[in-house]
């Protein structure tokens, strides 16, 4: 399946489910950041770097984010987030 970039740089994009498939935690001078991945049901790739919240893997979320910029990662493009918000556990999705 082939994915996609979600959105323009820029774009509050309201409403995502997304289900959490990688977290890592980076620790520097400013304290720790945590990254999270994400997939949608369509098998789009999303990231979230956070200093103020840790999500649980495995568990998928309603969420509220603003588009950073688009990447891609061995030839995986995916849409990474800011200002992530209204973050919601989706029960019974897993």
């Excluded at 979230?48 to 995986?76: A, D, I, P």
């Amino acid at each position: 399946m082939e994915n996609k970039w979600i959105g323009s740089i820029g774009q509050r994009l309201n409403g995502l489910e997304l289900k959490v498939v990688f977290i890592k935690q980076f620790e520097s001078e400013w304290g720790v950041s945590t990254l999270h991945k994400f997939v949608d049901e369509e098998g789009n790739s999303f990231s979230w770097f956070s200093s103020s919240k840790t999500l649980e893997m495995g568990s998928s979320y309603r969420l509220n984010g603003t588009v950073k910029k688009h990447e891609e990662y061995k030839e995986r493009k995916t849409t990474q987030l800011t200002r992530c918000m209204k973050i919601e556990e989706v029960m019974g999705n897993e």
